[in-house]
């Protein structure tokens, strides 16, 4: 079993919506509740909303965290600061 931990980047941009999909257990807060204005209805954005404001993160290059791979398959994920 080989494994590995990679900065996120824009290399790695699809393993990280193939993680944080549905299929994984995942797909609606795409770790971007710390990047909202207010906690105020963040239980009533949709996973669209923040799915969004993730792709403008990238856009933005802000690449906040790391992905786990085993075997080359994306299995985890941890978000820094």
């Given at each position: 079993?080989?494994k590995?931990?990679?900065?996120?980047?824009?290399?790695?941009?699809?393993?990280?919506?193939?993680?944080?999909?549905?299929?994984?257990g995942?797909?609606?807060?795409?770790?971007?509740?710390?990047?909202t204005?207010?906690w105020?209805?963040?239980k009533?954005r949709?996973?669209?909303q923040?799915?969004?404001?993730?792709?403008?993160?990238?856009?933005?290059?802000?690449?906040?965290g790391?992905?786990l791979?085993?075997?080359?398959q994306p299995?985890?994920?941890?978000q820094?600061?």
């Open positions: 079993m080989n590995r931990v990679v900065r996120f980047d824009q290399t790695n941009y699809a393993d990280f919506f193939r993680l944080h999909s549905k299929e994984h995942g797909g609606w807060c795409y770790c971007t509740a710390w990047w204005l207010t105020a209805g963040w009533e949709t996973a669209e923040n799915r969004m404001l993730r792709e403008e993160l990238c856009e933005l290059r802000e690449y906040d790391y992905l791979y085993v075997d080359d299995v985890g994920w941890c820094v600061g």
